[in-house]
């Protein structure tokens, strides 16, 4: 069975630095998408960034970054110039190709220190 | 205006009464999802539909069903509530099997 695993509960970082969530997936699959959602105290579930496994050059929007190691089925995000806004739950997910399940990963708590 | 919205934000009910919550999307997609988030599980598949005609079972669909209105509007029952069935439920939708899923803003169900 596929999971996802976050092994961060919690995390916290200082405005303006740079923070990495790790993530975790275990899969025999050769086609997948992995994913990281953003969840505010609004409770809205915003994507952040994905990730297709047949692409070797990792995903970037604008401030978050993924760093992703196929082989080590590994999918870190990074957040740099923090903000106060990026405070929320993150969850990794993942896909297999050819599913319509998203198997998501129990998030991270990030908090944003002014 | 939100692309795709879910109503009530908000709803307690009763132990065996039926509810039902919705979800309309403007997005033109023609897949949608109904999922549930509990504290510590992330979330969870309940029902997804391709298209009107086409609805299917999830991981977890036991005490639910659904109903595809329309391209726009997939709703949710839950025919009696019961209290484990208090969560946090997301209507998700996609424009196709390779592209990514876009959430509501989810409904806050209290069952007592």
């Known amino acids: 069975a596929q999971t996802v695993t976050q092994s961060q509960p919690e995390m916290s970082v200082q405005e303006a630095e740079t923070v990495t969530l790790s993530c975790t997936y275990d899969?025999?699959?050769?086609?997948?998408?992995l994913f990281w959602y953003k969840q505010p105290p609004s409770r809205q579930m915003i994507l952040v960034i994905r990730?297709?496994?047949?692409?070797?050059q990792n995903a970037t929007e604008n401030r978050f970054s993924v760093n992703f190691q196929k082989a080590a089925k590994s999918f870190s995000l990074k957040i740099s110039d923090s903000q106060l806004g990026d405070a929320a739950m993150y969850f990794c997910?993942?896909?297999?190709?050819?599913?319509?399940?998203?198997?998501f990963g129990k998030g991270t708590k990030l908090t944003v220190n002014p | 205006d939100a692309d795709v919205t879910q109503t009530p934000r908000n709803r307690i009910t009763k132990t065996g009464k039926r509810i039902m919550l919705e979800c309309s999307q403007t997005?033109?997609?023609?897949?949608m999802y109904w999922y549930r988030q509990d504290p510590g599980l992330g979330l969870r598949l309940i029902y997804y539909?391709?298209?009107?005609?086409?609805?299917n079972k999830g991981e977890i669909s036991d005490g639910y069903s659904v109903s595809r209105q329309a391209q726009a509007k997939f709703s949710l029952s839950l025919e009696s509530a019961i209290p484990n069935q208090t969560a946090l439920y997301f209507c998700?939708?996609?424009?196709?099997?390779?592209?990514?899923?876009?959430f509501g803003p989810g409904t806050r169900l209290l069952v007592l």
């Open positions: 997910a993942y896909r297999v190709g050819g599913s319509e399940k998203l198997v």
């Open positions: 899969t025999s699959e050769s086609d997948y998408y």
């Open positions: 990730q297709e496994a047949y692409k070797q």
């Open positions: 997005k033109g997609h023609d897949r």
């Open positions: 539909s391709f298209d009107v005609k086409d609805i």
């Open positions: 998700a939708t996609a424009g196709g099997q390779q592209e990514t899923q876009y």
